[in-house]
T-cell receptor
Framework: KAGVTQTPRYLIKTRGQQVTLSCSPISGHRSVSWYQQTPGQGLQFLFEYFSETQRNKGNFPGRFSGRQFSNSRSEMNVSTLELGDSALYLC???????????FGDGTRLSIL | GQNIDQPTEMTATEGAIVQINCTYQTSGFNGLFWYQQHAGEAPTFLSY????GLEEKGRFSSFLSRSKGYSYLLLKELQMKDSASYLC??????????FGAGTRLTVKP
């Protein structure tokens, strides 16, 4: 069974640009969550989607948004990039909200 | 506020037993998860506790006391490959996942 796939693996952007990250969950998983991981803050929850609906949202500004498609694939968008957005962005999928999450390898975003 | 606290670093010897503690204060509780994360890799699921008590899975066990807001991960027969960060995560009453900063475990020969 294929795992969670995130693309791209690495990305370099400049301040003010916008970026879209993609996540393909494990087949059959309907819940997709996004996290930001930085050395100083650890893993921080961004949002969770289930059946194309946002179920939960973490404490991040509106520049961070996401969506989920009918095939459960999800995208995350960050607009007006700031230096502090440099981080590893992880996607995790699960069968449902209270089930164990399986993480992708992440997208490492660097802002210059 | 909501807090998930765990020790920053621990060191143990190959073949020994180590216990990694996690205390939490969250608005509501819908389960506690432990993940292992090797450097440069994604976290991998280790265990899930939603009721009080001990869950055993091979060399790894996890314990939960909801009344005390406390959990621990027990690793037995430590191997060098167990050197990694161990993340404690709580799904709170809003179903948001909240992660601790992680405990970096170093296993020495």
């Amino acid at each position: 069974k294929a795992g969670v796939t995130q693309t791209p693996r690495y990305l370099i952007k400049t301040r003010g640009q916008q970026v879209t990250l993609s996540c393909s969950p494990i087949s059959g998983h309907r819940s997709v969550s996004w996290y930001q991981q930085t050395p100083g803050q650890g893993l921080q929850f961004l949002f969770e989607y289930f059946s194309e609906t946002q179920r939960n949202k973490g404490n991040f500004p509106g520049r961070f948004s996401g969506r989920q498609f009918s095939n459960s694939r999800s995208e995350m968008n960050v607009s007006t990039l700031e230096l502090g957005d440099s981080a590893l962005y992880l996607c995790a999928s699960s069968l449902d909200t209270n089930q164990p999450q399986h993480f992708g390898d992440g997208t490492r975003l660097s802002i210059l | 506020g909501q807090n998930i606290d765990q020790p920053t670093e621990m060191t143990a010897t190959e073949g020994a037993i180590v216990q990694i503690n996690c205390t939490y204060q969250t608005s509501g509780f819908n389960g506690l998860f432990w993940y292992q994360q090797h450097a440069g890799e994604a976290p991998t699921f280790l265990s899930y506790n939603v009721l009080d008590g001990l869950e055993e899975k091979g060399r790894f066990s996890s314990f939960l006391s909801r009344s005390k807001g406390y959990s621990y991960l027990l690793l037995k027969e430590l191997q060098m490959k167990d050197s990694a960060s161990y993340l404690c995560a709580v799904r709170d009453g809003h179903n948001d996942m909240r992660f601790g900063a992680g405990t970096r475990l170093t296993v020495k020969p």
